[in-house]
């Protein structure tokens, strides 16, 4: 099976990442098991069990879940059905949280469990939108990712996991994809069971047997106006939500709340480092056709730029929920998270704008010209950077499905207005010209409008259901 | 035969159960039982750090239904804390797995707003003021006022009023010692009428399914998520079902169990015994009836005498006379009435005849408790079972009182000499159990009242139909002298108390539970697991040790103040009341709980003592270490069994077959039989045999009880229109029928709503109503609806779901708690608190907040409040 799955693999162009993310990290022998569930459907009486178990289990506070049961009604009386389906990480082969997570909180154990390090994580939230199955939270309590880590702690004095244990019906099963005599393996393959969002391609452990398609497709199944079958839905943000269509084949009627991963600070962020390569952009192409005045052109863009480069830095920090601990992203950071390699990138791009405003105060155009490509070079990778860490979240079909280029096409474009409004409105306060004294306004009205679009963009993405 | 029951095996649980999933590097579902006093665990917050902690596994048993699961506390040996609950994996019924309900009870045990110290009413009753005062002061004003009672001949103002025993035996065998007809049970809101249908047909009152093996499933409840016994039939029902084994769900909601079933019937409601009468016509006409079992087991002669006396005495007539009965059940009339498919329940008679003996089935409240006339549910159910030869056979059903265990408990006091008319009022010759929903009418009334009235597990002026009905009894000092509340949790009747006394959740108190789960015997040993830890942990437990000094607080178990206000109430032993609950081997000492259960397990538990002696263990450390035992023996065909010459002694074979004993031989201060009227056995093919604890030891085709009782007409199977039958509804007005009583699988009455998990999950109470109705009806999406009964209204968001039958609307009785006191109680799963409380609570003031905390989406309109009649 291993050696179909991984021609598969490479057949579908992921295969040598994969390979990669298991030789690398906390897998450094052989795996000898790789470890999956099979949730059965077919078994499954909805009773919630599992759910309790697992709180009990890992003390997961109110208001998220590492595991829970989603029920969805098909069909016209008296042809009507419900379906229960136990949601949960699907432990993928190819992890989107591993590989956006910055500091390697998030690993592969080596028996192929994504399993997670609450001593290294920063909160950022990333995993939250590379997952396609939303099956992190931010633990009210720590300020850390947490997730089904498959009872990890259980596993290894020989107990089954906690959710397992307490199944009434047997519905939640182990399995061994690496274990040539583990029977529900064999099962999995012989029948061909589905896994949620293969497309996603993120090769799910997580099989599920006796469902109908609808059950595993959030966006074939609404929640009704009504809500659900017994506990409250609000229909806020927080919530995601599916367009209610005649056409929809299904009806959710119970499913828990997941809270949006990035918000007005994520959009903030994106305006100010924008606001930073956006001055320098344009400072760098008037120096380019010799303008030299220095406080136009080194002095005045560095400040402003240093100014949204600090506020930038801020937003961020303030953004994780782990705050104080944002330093591990630079004692600890993995350079295949977007998130690090975007702070270096701001990083340098701080460094090259001081170096420019301190240089060009003395050295003059002599100096920009030295300096010119690696700061113009650096600048455009401020602002295109996240158009990297967005097709990074891969549970986010809005941003990862989207080409690269059209995403950093757009956030330097972003980076070319919001910079130039506040780079224009700096030149014209240097003129000292009465009439152009709105300007100032006129650059904070465009700020806010491009952080009102950031913020709808960031919401549309994050508001399509995954579970 | 031999029970085809998996057990667990001996050695451990690791990968016990079929399907099981221990096939991964051999994982085990719980430690090795060898390890329970000492298991080392990984923490799980630390992971990936390796903590150790080392926890201490005590058994117990969940109370958190009937069903009795085994649980097991982890006790953290450096914090002295339970941390948690898992399932025991010795216990043959739960098989080391559960419910929600089960690892929640974690929740109960942490709840911060449970009791934990006795209090006592100021103010008015139902004002809210309470003071905290000693448990010496309850235990003697109490015991006091039922030692007056007694004294001066008033015994029937003494009443112990239960909801949820969660053990058995116990507490009737207290209120016997006190020589008074005191018991008070919930049944009558709950089974009382299914009871009815299967004691008329065989004389125990409740079904016992074996699941695991029928090939037909027949459920008219939702033993999937709820009913007796949740956690142990759904492994079992599913178990059959994987295997191929038909599940046919009867419910007019789609129920998870309708969800889960090969054919849901959303049959109108009281209309399932034409819907079974029709598979009884359909298999009789199939000729795939079991003729040789209802000839050899059934009491055809009488039936055939009494129904029709115009045919010859013979099977033949007998069969034709029950063709004739049920000609006019067709799948078209059937149809018409219960609106399911004729086709549909061609298909699934069809399914039926093709398993014989292998039919098994179970209803419980469901159609019997909400229809007049329901109680015919289980008799038309039960009569399927007749048909198919399915009773006592592996794979079908029997009678609960031949796997539910009883032990007898030491020193039984005699049989209390008379009833209280308060309970078995004598226009209800039938009921079964006590007419407990009568009681504050009675009150009203001025047929008696009550002294002393203690309240268990019991919530009535939440849970029975017409709560402002125990309102106004609660509220009247005249009518309820003095109301003992005793509880863990608050609730609306303990608001209502005088005196609310904390005991134990289902981890801090001793009871005894069995029950008919499946086709074995077990006994299951609840205990107060921080005592057993402080015990294996070296404290001395002594004599004069008392369960409250492990529990929070001052929370105390009930067996221990059964056996405290026993002594209270006849200090000097001189009203015969506290010899009963004496030490048996230190005179003048009070019975302890370990000298209690120690003698019902040395002598009372088949194969108890030798199992426990192969251990090197006393009985009771055995089931302290266990938690549960499952009885050897054989589970099926009690009924075909021959009886021993010498258990005939001393009887008379009758006419009819059946041995009874002398008449005058028996004293009329001897205790009753368990069951059945006396006799012990039926002479059948020859052979003295058990037979069934009816009059005629056979399955009563006609039962003569009711006949005898005034009920000819009723005493075969048959249908008594329900006083809400459709037909007779004004469907294209406002009127619907309202199916108020179901369970969900969270949920548990009062008990569980302190349980944050479980509440977490379910908190919301909309009434299920379909898109047909609510269009019909007006009702906006996230509106209101006002539901009127013929006892009053209430309003409740409305939830549309192709889930139920237009024309029928539903609301579980296990959500939507009042909120007693609004100042202090902001929890939407609180119904009380002590301290703050409002002085002018009134029942006015009750309906009106509901109608205006009736909730709908926080964004939406809440204005469109439309009427329903229910009915």
Not at chain 2, 228 to 251: K, L, M, S
Not at chain 2, 376 to 405: D, E, P
Not at chain 2, 675 to 700: I, W
Request: aromatic share 8%.
């Amino acid at each position: 099976m291993r050696r179909g799955e991984a021609g598969a693999l490479r057949a579908s162009g992921v295969g040598i990442r994969w390979i990669a993310l298991r030789t690398v990290g906390m897998c450094q022998t052989e795996a000898v098991t790789r470890l999956g569930f099979l949730l059965d459907s077919g078994a499954c009486i909805g009773c919630h069990a599992c759910t309790v178990a697992c709180k009990s289990e890992h003390d997961v506070p109110l208001g998220v879940n590492r595991t829970w049961v989603n029920y969805v009604e098909t069909g016209e009386f008296p042809a009507t059905q419900r379906h229960f389906t136990v949601m949960r990480c699907n432990h993928c082969d190819d992890a989107p949280c591993i590989s956006i997570c910055p500091t390697g909180s998030l690993f592969r154990a080596s028996n192929g469990v994504v399993d997670f390090d609450d001593s290294r994580c920063i909160g950022c939230k990333a995993c939250m939108n590379a997952c396609p199955y939303d099956a992190l939270y931010i633990s009210p309590e720590t300020g850390t990712a947490h997730k089904c880590n498959f009872c990890q702690h259980r596993l290894e004095v020989g107990l089954e996991p906690s959710c397992v244990s307490v199944c009434p019906t047997r519905a939640i099963t182990v399995v061994d994809h690496d274990d040539p005599a583990d029977a529900t393996a064999a099962r999995i393959r012989t029948e061909k069971l589905p896994v949620r969002s293969p497309e996603r391609r993120t090769l799910p452990k997580v099989h599920y047997a006796g469902t109908t398609p609808a059950a595993l497709d959030p966006l074939a199944r609404p929640v009704a106006d009504d809500g659900l079958i017994w506990a409250d839905w609000t229909g806020s943000a927080q919530w995601p939500t599916v367009p209610q269509t005649e056409a929809a084949p299904a009806r959710t009627a119970y499913t828990v709340a997941h809270a949006e991963a990035w918000g007005a600070k994520v959009a903030g962020y994106m305006v100010t480092k924008g606001v930073a390569a956006g001055v320098m952009l344009w400072a760098a192409a008037a120096s380019l056709v010799g303008w030299d005045d220095r406080a136009a052109v080194a002095t005045g863009p560095a400040v402003a730029a240093l100014v949204a480069l600090a506020v930038t830095g801020v937003l961020l920090i303030a953004d994780l929920k782990r705050p104080e601990r944002f330093w591990y992203l630079f004692t600890k950071g993995r350079m295949g998270s977007w998130v690090t390699a975007g702070a270096w990138v701001i990083m340098a791009d701080g460094v090259l704008v001081t170096l420019w405003g301190i240089g060009g105060l003395w050295a003059g155009s002599r100096w920009f010209a030295v300096l010119i490509a690696p700061l113009a070079l650096c600048s455009v990778l401020t602002a295109a950077y996240t158009a990297f860490l967005l097709r990074q979240c891969r549970g986010r079909v809005m941003w990862h499905d989207r080409p690269l280029t059209l995403l950093a096409a757009r956030l330097v474009g972003e980076a070319a207005l919001g910079g130039g409004a506040v780079w224009g409105s700096l030149v014209a306060l240097q003129a000292n010209a009465v009439a152009f004294s709105w300007t100032p306004v006129a650059a904070a009205a465009v700020l806010v409008w491009l952080w009102r679009h950031d913020r709808a963009f960031l919401r549309a993405a994050q508001a399509a259901p995954l579970s | 035969m031999s029970t085809a029951e998996s057990a667990p095996s001996p050695s451990g649980p690791g990968g016990s159960g079929p399907g099981g999933s221990g096939t991964v590097a051999g994982l085990r579902s719980a430690p090795p039982h060898s390890r329970w006093h000492d298991w080392t665990e990984l923490d799980a917050a630390s992971w990936p750090n390796r903590v150790e902690r080392k926890y201490t596994l005590v058994p117990t048993t969940c109370f958190n239904c009937e069903a009795a699961c085994g649980l097991v506390a982890y006790i953290d040996q450096e914090t002295d804390k339970v941390v948690r609950f898992e399932g025991n994996p010795e216990h043959p019924a739960s098989r080391g797995r559960n419910c929600a309900k089960g690892p929640a009870t974690i929740n109960q045990v942490h709840d911060t707003e449970r009791i934990l110290y006795p209090l006592r009413r100021t103010g008015e009753r139902g004002a809210g003021g309470w003071e905290r005062i000693s448990w010496d002061e309850a235990l003697s004003d109490i015991s006091s006022r039922i030692r007056a009672a007694i004294v001066e001949g008033r015994r029937d103002e003494i009443m112990y009023h239960v909801g949820r025993a969660g053990e058995d035996g116990y507490t009737e065998r207290v209120l016997t010692a006190w020589g008074i007809d005191g018991h008070n049970s919930h049944t009558n809101v709950c089974s009382s009428s299914a009871r009815v249908g299967y004691a008329t047909w065989m004389g125990h009152d409740r079904p016992s399914s074996d699941f695991a093996n029928a090939e037909v499933i027949f459920l008219i409840s939702s033993h999937l998520e709820a009913g007796h016994y949740f956690n142990p039939h759904a492994q079992r029902i599913i178990e059959a079902q994987q295997r191929g084994a038909t599940v046919i769900c009867v419910d007019p909601r789609l129920s998870n169990t309708g969800a889960k079933a090969d054919h849901w019937l959303p049959a109108w409601p009281g209309t399932e015994p034409v819907l079974l009468l029709c598979l009884a016509h359909l298999l009789l006409e199939a000729d795939t009836w079991d003729r040789a079992f209802v000839h050899r087991w059934t009491n055809w002669e009488t039936y055939l005498a009494k129904t029709r006396p115009d045919l010859p005495p013979t099977f033949e007539s007998a069969e034709r006379a029950l063709r004739d009965a049920y000609a006019e059940y067709t799948p078209e009339r059937a149809s018409e009435l219960c609106g399911v498919d004729a086709d549909q329940l061609r298909e699934i008679a069809a399914v039926i005849g093709k398993s014989p003996g292998r039919f098994a089935s179970h209803t419980w409240r469901a159609a019997g408790a909400g229809n007049l006339g329901g109680w015919q549910t289980a008799r038309c159910l039960f009569l399927l079972n007749v048909l198919t030869g399915s009773v006592g056979t592996v794979g079908g059903t029997t009678g609960a009182g031949w796997h539910k265990m009883k032990p007898k408990p030491p020193l039984q006091p005699p049989p209390v000499g008379h009833w209280n008319e308060m309970s078995w009022p004598r226009e209800y010759p039938l009921s079964h159990h006590e007419m407990s929903i009568l009681l504050p009418h009675f009150l009203r009334e001025g047929r008696g009242k009550l002294d002393t009235y203690f309240t268990r597990v019991y919530n009535p002026v939440w849970t029975n139909p017409d709560g402002f009905s125990w309102l106004e009894a609660l509220s009247d000092p005249e009518r309820v002298g003095c109301h003992v509340a005793l509880t863990p949790t608050w609730s609306e009747t303990a608001w209502f108390a005088d005196y609310v006394l904390p005991m134990g959740v289902g981890s801090e108190r001793h009871d005894l539970a069995s029950f008919e789960t499946h086709a074995g015997q077990w006994l299951g040993f609840r205990q107060p697991v921080m005592r057993r830890y402080a015990e294996l942990q070296g404290r001395e437990i002594t004599s004069e040790t008392r369960t409250h000094e492990f529990n929070p607080g001052e929370v105390w178990e009930e067996n221990e103040f059964w056996i405290d206000l026993s002594w209270k109430i006849d200090p000097d032993g001189s009203l015969g009341i506290r010899r009963w609950f004496e030490s048996p081997s230190r005179p003048n000492q009070p019975i302890s709980v370990d000298e209690y259960y120690e003698s019902i397990f040395a002598a009372e538990v088949p194969g108890l003592a030798d199992d426990a002696a192969a251990a090197g263990q006393t009985p009771l450390e055995f089931m302290r270490d266990r938690g549960a035992y499952a009885v050897r023996g054989d589970a099926y065909g009690h009924h075909e069994r021959t009886v021993s010459p010498s258990a005939l002694a001393g009887t008379v074979l009758g006419d009819d077959a059946v041995y009874r004993p002398h008449r005058g031989a028996v004293s009329p201060t001897a205790p009753l039989p368990p069951l059945g009227d006396g006799s012990v056995a039926v002479e059948v093919a020859g052979a003295a045999r058990h037979g069934f604890p009816t009059p005629s030891r056979k399955l009563e085709l006609y039962s003569t009880t009711l006949a005898d009782w005034g009920w000819p007409e009723h005493a075969t199977p048959g249908w008594i229109p329900s006083h809400v039958h459709w037909q007779r509804l004004d469907l294209a007005g406002n009127e619907r029928i309202l199916v108020p009583t179901f369970r969900i699988p969270t949920l548990i009455h009062t008990r569980s709503a302190n349980a944050k998990w479980l509440a977490e999950i379910s908190h919301r109470h909309p009434l299920w109503i379909h898109p047909s109705d609510a269009e019909a009806l007006g009702i906006e999406v996230g509106g209101l609806v006002r539901v009127n009964t013929r006892i009053g209204h209430f309003v409740i968001s409305a939830w549309r779901t192709e889930g139920i039958r237009p024309g029928v609307v539903a609301a579980s009785h296990h959500m939507g708690r009042w909120r007693l006191d609004d100042a202090a109680a902001a929890g939407r799963s609180d119904s009380g608190r002590s301290g703050g409380g409002r002085s002018d609570l009134v029942a006015a003031d009750l309906v009106e907040s509901a109608r205006v905390r009736g909730r709908g989406p926080a964004d939406r309109p809440r204005s469109s409040e439309k009427a329903v009649s229910g009915s």
